[in-house]
């Protein structure tokens, strides 16, 4: 059992910075992979970022974002960001944590996804 927890969204301007993070809890929370997906308004959920539950593990990017956001992980906190940088206003949505046992179900089959949060809104406008 997993539970996750987002926190940071706002209001930042279009060029502008900001940090997400995921606080995750549960037994076997450090033994999952960990994600971000967002929703725009009247569009479908989409993949934003993955990392590996491994300490060695690579991390893989959507082709939008690659450059500007960076996903890491703190073992020690239980804890997910997502770094995002030069922001457009097309980066405005409700941005979701997710974890799962594997990594692929991140890339491939998020509809099979063990754990979501709740969302944050990340709002890019001058």
């Known amino acids: 059992q997993v539970q996750l927890v987002e926190a940071g969204g706002g209001l930042v301007q279009p060029g502008g910075s900001m940090r997400l993070s995921c606080v995750a809890s549960?037994?076997?929370?450090?033994?999952?992979?960990m994600g971000w997906f967002r929703q725009a308004p009247g569009k479908e959920r989409e993949f934003v970022a993955a990392?590996?539950?491994?300490?060695?593990?690579?991390?893989h990017y959507a082709d939008s974002v690659k450059g500007r956001f960076t996903i890491s992980r703190d073992y020690a906190k239980n804890t997910a960001y997502l770094q995002m940088t030069s922001l457009e206003p097309e980066d405005t949505a409700v941005y979701y944590c997710?974890?799962?046992?594997?990594?692929?179900?991140?890339?491939?089959?998020?509809?099979?996804?063990?754990?979501w949060g709740k969302g944050t809104l990340v709002t890019v406008s001058s």
């Open positions: 990392i590996s539950w491994s300490s060695g593990g690579g991390t």
């Open positions: 997710a974890a799962d046992r594997y990594i692929a179900t991140m890339l491939y089959s998020s509809q099979a996804m063990e754990y």
């Open positions: 549960g037994r076997t929370s450090n033994s999952y992979a």
